[in-house]
């Protein structure tokens, strides 16, 4: 028998898999990282920046070529603060007036089911991976991939 001829009653050595996948001009995955989003605007080092990183977050979600957002690490910042100060929570960060225009842009590419966003924790929003901590995370930006583990590690 030569190679991809089939006798009858024979079952073929081999195939082809067939895959039928939607046709989609989204190709970029983006990444971001270091926003340290912080509860306190007095120490929040992004202050300045955040109309303009709410602003990219939404020319982002309306693109029709970005099939992923990816945050590499510190996305909330619970421990830029003075030292004789205890960390901010998770909450007072989300909660901030200030990051109020930032939270709301991602929740809406969260929101977007043609960009798949993952949040890949970092040493500023280590503690990410305590169960309250998560599911405050996962209950504000539905649909988020939250990578972070005890203690605290991304991956």
């Known amino acids: 028998m030569s190679a991809g001829v089939v006798h009858a009653n024979a079952a073929p050595l081999w ?15 983006v ?3 270091d ?17 303009d990183l709410a602003d990219f977050l939404m020319e982002l979600n309306a693109r ?4 992923e957002l990816v945050i590499i690490g510190d996305l909330l910042d619970d ?21 109020a225009e930032v939270i709301g842009a ?27 901590n998560k599911a405050l995370i996962a209950s504000t930006f539905p649909n988020m991939t939250i990578i972070s583990e005890s203690p605290g590690l991304g991956s």
């Open 15 to 29: 195939s082809s898999p067939t895959v039928l996948l939607p046709p989609t001009d989204r190709t970029k995955i």
């Open 31 to 33: 990444f971001i990282s």
């Open 35 to 51: 926003i340290h989003l912080n509860a306190d605007a007095g120490v929040s080092w992004i202050l300045n920046h955040l109309p």
């Open 64 to 67: 029709t070529d970005v099939s």
């Open 79 to 99: 421990w830029v603060r003075p030292y004789e100060e205890a960390p901010e929570s998770f909450e007072q960060i989300i909660t901030a007036p200030h990051n």
């Open 106 to 132: 991602l929740q809406a590419i969260c929101q977007n089911p043609s960009i798949q966003v993952t949040y890949l924790t970092g040493n500023h929003d280590l503690l990410s991976f305590e169960a309250d």
